[in-house]
């Protein structure tokens, strides 16, 4: 059940140019959250902007006080108020929210797929599959530039191995992440199974679900739409998925999601 919780800013760090990492104490959300869920955050003071954005919950912190991390990147006006709170300011956050990741089954390789800012919703998740146990995930991390891959350290201090893909070539593989998912796709000793989980802009995960399917491998696409309410009502944030002999169906990215089979959704 989500809670609509005051919640106190206790950090607000820069990580870069344009990207903050937020840390909100909300024990009541905390403790319901799983890996790929969000919460709706009112970003200023008032009624402005009116409508909350929805952000992933990057991590819940250990300890009892129950505090949970938000890492975002400004784009608009929503998310430059949001990084103009400062510490012991209040936060109106909505959640947890949405479905969360399926843990990859047992024996199974997790293959992480993040463009861009998609990258917060991963830290949760590579807790999540520690804590049970799973097997150490792979992380394909792609950006515009060196300088908009963040959080590389929590990966790095977790033993996570890395692939980096920047798109002017400034870091690892220039191009597309999907120039390291294919040749590892297309491996004919590629180990054991796995299972991609793939946050981004839609383009990188049209390019993800399509190589995914056709590699006849099981894939997870975290979604982002516009969120005007986040709890189902607006049926605003809809995508569209394969129909069946009733005609078009369309599921809301708030409520049936935000993550969903490669296999259950059209880009
Ligand atoms: C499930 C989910 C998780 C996300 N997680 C993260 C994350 O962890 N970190 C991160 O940086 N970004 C995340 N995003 C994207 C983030 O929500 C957007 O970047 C943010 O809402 C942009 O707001 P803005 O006002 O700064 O940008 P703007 O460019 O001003 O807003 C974008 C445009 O959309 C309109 N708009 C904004 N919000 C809404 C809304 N809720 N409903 C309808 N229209 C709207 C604005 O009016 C504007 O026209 C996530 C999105 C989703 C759906
Ligand atoms: S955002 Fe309103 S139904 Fe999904």
């Given at each position: ?30 403790r ?63 959640g ?18 993040a ?6 919703i ?26 908009d ?18 798109e ?10 999907t ?30 679900r ?24 607006c ?33």
């Amino acid at each position: 059940m989500p809670s609509d919780i005051a919640a106190p800013v206790i950090r607000h760090d820069v990580l870069g140019r344009d990207h903050f990492l937020l840390t909100l104490e909300c024990p009541a959300i905390a403790r319901e959250a799983r890996a790929g869920q969000f919460v709706m955050l009112r970003a200023g003071r008032g009624f402005q902007p009116l409508l909350r954005r929805p952000m992933s919950i990057c991590r819940v912190l250990p300890g009892r006080r129950g505090r949970i991390q938000i890492l975002y990147k400004i784009v608009g006006e929503g998310t430059r108020c949001l990084s103009q709170q400062p510490v012991g300011a209040t936060v109106p956050t909505l959640g947890p929210l949405g479905n969360g990741f399926r843990l990859a089954p047992d024996g199974t390789r997790p293959i992480l797929v993040a463009g861009g800012i998609g990258i917060a919703i991963f830290p949760f998740l590579v807790e999540a599959l520690r804590a049970a146990r799973r097997a150490t995930p792979l992380l394909i991390y792609g950006a515009r530039a060196n300088r908009d891959l963040v959080a590389l350290d929590f990966f790095r201090a977790r033993d996570v191995p890395m692939r980096l893909a920047t798109e002017d070539g400034s870091r690892g593989t220039k191009g597309f992440v999907t120039r390291i998912l294919e040749p590892l796709l297309a491996r004919k000793d590629r180990g054991p199974r796995m299972e991609i989980f793939a946050c981004g802009p839609t383009p990188m995960l049209k390019a993800v679900r399509e190589r995914a399917l056709g590699a006849g491998v099981p894939c997870q696409l975290a979604l982002e739409s516009q969120m005007p309410c986040g709890i189902g009502v607006c049926l605003g944030c809809v995508v569209g998925c394969p129909p069946d002999e009733r005609g078009p169906i369309f599921r809301r990215v708030c409520a049936e999601g935000p993550v969903f089979g490669a296999e259950e959704v059209v880009l």
